[in-house]
């Protein structure tokens, strides 16, 4: 399916919009593209002792997993700090190995975004290259 980035994009920046993010105010917005089609959205989560904070993306992924679905084509990931502009908010390390436990790394699409014109796409190999997965396990 090409030609979603936009729409991807707007759902991520509408997500965002429900963000709690009292201590960093750095409000993140994330909308996840299943195979079937359908959008999920995630923002971040913070939390006092800073640990248990989740990310918009991860928040997207298990909102997508609750609700049934496994298999994933990309994700839009909008950030900024609160009453600021969208820059570019690559994903972190510990999404990057989400990604990698439910995506092919070849395949999956990461779009970071300042708007739904201005956006870079990664494919989830060249963000965590030599990344480990559940392949890994299963080799003899």
Known sequence: MKGYEQALIEE????RE???APYSNFMVGAALLTKSGK?????????A???PSTCAERTAFCNAISQGEMEFQAIAIV?????????YTPPCGVC???????????DFQIIVAKSPREYQIYPLK????????PGNLMKN
């Open 39 to 47: 959008i999920v959205r995630g923002c971040n989560v913070e939390n």
């Open 49 to 51: 002792a800073y640990n």
């Open 12 to 15: 991520a920046i509408a997500a």
């Open 96 to 106: 990057r190995q989400v990604f990698q436990e439910f995506c092919s790394p070849d």
């Open 18 to 20: 429900f963000a709690y």
């Open 126 to 133: 060249d963000l965590l290259p030599q990344g480990f997965g």
């Open 79 to 87: 950030g900024a700090k609160r009453d600021e502009e969208l820059d």
